[in-house]
Each structure stands twice: as C-alpha cells, then as structure tokens.
C-alpha cells in the first residue's frame, strides 16, 4: 500500500480528525451490534495511547439532510466507552461553535464522538464548504471507514483537501491489504463465488473476475437467469429477462469457467414479506416444474461446489447462493460458509466481501474462521470490480511525505 498510515503518525498533541463507519443497527435506542465500533479499536486505541486528540466522525442511516433522532450516533457513547474503558465525549452536531468549544476542551487521549455527519446533505453532495468546516476540526486526517470508501462524500474525499497529512487506519489497512492481494496475487487455484439476487448487479464483477480466476460458481438468484439462457424450465424463479444474452455470450466466452448449481430447492409458493413457503422439493437443474419458484441451491449443488473449493488456495465470496433470511431456505448459503471454513484450516485464504455473505458467515457462526470479512458491502465489491475507491485514493501519497 502506498499510501501514509497511521504508523507513520505521531498524534501526541494532536487534534486527530478520524472517518470511522458507526452505521450499526439499533434497536429500542440501542446498538444491537457492535461488531463496526470494535472493528474502529485498533486505530482508536492506537491514537489514544500515543496522546492524541481523538475526534470521530460517522453516519448512521439514511437521515437524508434532515435531523433524525432515531438516526443519533449518541447510543454508541457507551458502547465505544465501555470497549475503551474510559469515557468518551458526545457532542449532538458534527460542525459549528458548540463542537468547536468540545474539541477545543479536548486533553492529550481524550475521545469525542460527532453527530450524524448525514444530517446534513452537504455530507453526501461533497460540499467544499461543508468539507473546510470538518477539517476546521483537525491537525491530521485519518481514514479508518472502508465501508464509505467507495464514497466521493465530504467526510471521505472533501476533507484531505484541507490537510497535508490524510492516512489509513488499521482497518482500511487490513482492508486493503487482503482484498488486493487476492486481486493481484492470488495463491492458485483461485475460485470466485458470486451469489445474489441479479446478474445487473455483478456484471462489473464477472467482467473483472473471469480473466484472473480459475473457477466462478454462480449461486443466487441470478442462476435462474443463467439457467434460462441454457434453454431450461425455471418457473416462477427470478428472471432478468434483458440479461439473458448477456448470460449466453458469458457461457460461451467463459467455458467451464462458470459453474453453475445443478439442482435447486423449489417451492409452489412463496411471500418474503410474510415469511411464508409451500411445500419444498429439491429438483434437478433441468426438472424445475413450470409453476415453482427457486429459492436455494441443493445437495448437489454443494457437493459440487465443496469438491471445487476444497482445492482452492484463494476463495473471494459476494452474494449468497439463496433467500438465506429464511431458515428454510438459507442451507445453501450455510453450507457453503462451513466449507470455506473448513478450507481455511486447509491453509487456504478466504475472504468474504461484506454485505450479505458478511451476514451469512456471522449467521453460520464461522466468520473467525475465514482469513477475512470485509466491513464494506459496496466498498469490496467496487474493489473487485476494480474502480478506484475515492476514500483512499484521497489519502496522501508515501511519494508525497517530506
């Protein structure tokens, strides 16, 4: 990575201006989850420990310009507390007098928490002014928030405008580090694992994957469309129908490169809002009834995914291979989250591109037993596409350093 880190810092004194990604689900007024606060620790603790003046600053939600109170960064005060074991300062805005006097009151170690930065739309517009108001606050910018990455927003790409030193954080560090190595320098074999609902979504991915990987298994909701391309049965499954020649020159260009299931779990009737599915069957890829929806891939399916990826020394994973929000249909999806654990063990390195596979490693109880889960869902997948990441080609060069 050629760009400044933290390491390279010396915070002592300092006022420390630091993106981090506190967008974490609440409910009743509470963090329900705090796995993005303590993905934040290791940087948190680093600057704290060398005496610097810790200002941090994050979005929670889709506020949309407008002060949301259930959108309030303020439940994750004792959270981020209780981690570092010491208190740390809230102030209820992210720019103007009131948070200049909070930082101006700050002590050498000392943490302060901003509100929403997305309460106000200039966050996400990227407005210099806004921008120039939030550096105000800083000596040194630091970037820990892969998750917003791909982000060209005030608090991400707007703010290094208006500092000398802007440098990664641990996390976007480890970020980095692991999703560029599989991109650039992958152990072989090397397999892909694409799942989710629609091809649309991940044509970026597959034109960028297919010429440096050795297998792509498709799982998903976009299988169906796959599977229409091939001329077969899919029922009520999901279909994008102007995709379906995108599909073929895929399967004709790219050979036994894709793999796709060969049976899938069917229902006569499905409601995801009401949580409701008929009667289940697991049918042969070319045997789905005419009436019948896919909602998971089968028993074969895994078994001839784990044979591929049993051999595989590199494994990136984004999307699941079903509805894995339901119990019912979400054994796919698990099964194959336990594979790439067991392959890990194997020596082989895993990493999962955020978003729903995050869940459905967490879900499966296996996510300390993969290389690595990525904390950003969009930030991973534009990393994989190969666009660059605002949020850190924003960060001072090494080239640049005096």
């Known amino acids: 990575m050629n760009k400044l880190t933290v390491e390279e810092l010396v915070p002592k004194g300092k006022r420390i201006l630091m993106r981090v990604d506190f967008n974490v689900p609440l409910e009743d007024g509470k963090v329900s989850n705090d796995e993005r606060i303590k993905a934040a620790l290791p940087t948190i603790k680093y600057i704290v420990k060398r005496g610097g003046k810790l200002i941090l600053m994050s979005?929670?939600?889709?506020?949309?310009?407008?002060?949301?109170?259930?959108?309030?960064?303020?439940p994750c005060i004792p959270v981020l507390s209780q981690l570092l074991a010491k208190n740390v300062a809230f102030v209820d805005d992210c720019i103007g007098d009131a948070v200049e006097d909070a930082v101006n009151v700050l002590n050498d170690g000392d943490v302060l928490l901003?509100?929403?930065?997305?309460?106000?739309?200039?966050?996400?517009?990227?407005?210099?002014?806004?921008?120039?108001?939030?550096?105000?606050?800083?000596?040194?910018?630091?970037?820990?928030?892969?998750?917003?990455?791909?982000?060209?927003?005030?608090?991400?790409?707007?703010?290094?405008?208006?500092?000398?030193?802007?440098?990664?954080?641990?996390?976007?560090?480890?970020?980095?580090?692991f999703l560029g190595r599989v991109m650039q320098n992958p152990a072989r074999p090397f397999v892909a694992i694409l799942g989710g609902a629609k091809i649309s979504g991940k044509i970026d991915v597959l034109t960028n994957l297919l010429p440096k990987v050795d297998r792509v298994i498709v799982g998903g909701g976009m299988t169906y469309t796959f599977f229409k391309a091939q001329g077969l049965e899919i029922g009520k499954s999901l279909l994008e129908e102007d995709k379906i020649n995108y599909a073929k020159d895929i399967l004709s260009t790219a050979g036994d490169k894709i793999v796709l299931p060969v049976d899938s779990l069917v229902s006569d009737s499905f409601d995801f809002t009401a949580r409701k599915?008929?009667?289940?069957?697991?049918?042969?890829?070319?045997?789905?009834?005419?009436?019948?929806?896919?909602?998971?891939?089968?028993?074969?399916?895994?078994?001839?995914f784990r044979s591929i990826l049993e051999n595989a020394k590199t494994v990136v994973w984004n999307g699941p291979m079903g509805v894995f929000e339901i119990e019912e249909t979400a054994k796919g999806t698990y099964a194959i989250a336990n594979i790439l654990?067991?392959?890990?063990?194997?020596?082989?390195?895993?990493?999962?591109?955020?978003?729903?596979?995050?869940?459905?490693?967490?879900?499966?109880?296996?996510?300390?037993?993969?290389?690595?889960?990525?904390?950003?869902?969009?930030?991973?997948?534009?990393?994989?596409?190969?666009?660059?990441?605002?949020?850190?080609?924003?960060?001072?060069?090494?080239?640049?350093?005096?």
Request: hydrophobic letters at 35%; charged letters at 25%.
């Open 59 to 74: 979005h929670l939600g889709r506020p949309k310009g407008s002060r949301v109170p259930e959108m309030s960064l303020k």
């Open 114 to 177: 901003l509100e929403n930065l997305r309460y106000y739309k200039e966050e996400t517009d990227n407005d210099p002014k806004f921008a120039k108001k939030l550096a105000h606050l800083g000596d040194v910018y630091v970037n820990d928030a892969f998750g917003t990455a791909h982000r060209a927003h005030a608090s991400t790409e707007g703010v290094t405008h208006f500092f000398d030193q802007c440098a990664a954080g641990f996390l976007m560090m480890k970020e980095l580090e």
């Open 277 to 304: 599915i008929g009667k289940l069957q697991e049918v042969n890829a070319d045997e789905i009834p005419a009436d019948w929806i896919g909602l998971d891939i089968g028993k074969k399916s895994v078994d001839r």
């Open 341 to 402: 654990a067991d392959v890990t063990t194997k020596g082989a390195t895993t990493v999962i591109g955020g978003g729903d596979s995050a869940s459905a490693v967490n879900k499966a109880g296996v996510a300390d037993r993969v290389s690595h889960v990525s904390t950003g869902g969009g930030a991973s997948l534009e990393f994989i596409e190969g666009k660059v990441l605002p949020g850190v080609a924003a960060l001072t060069d090494k080239s640049n350093i005096s």
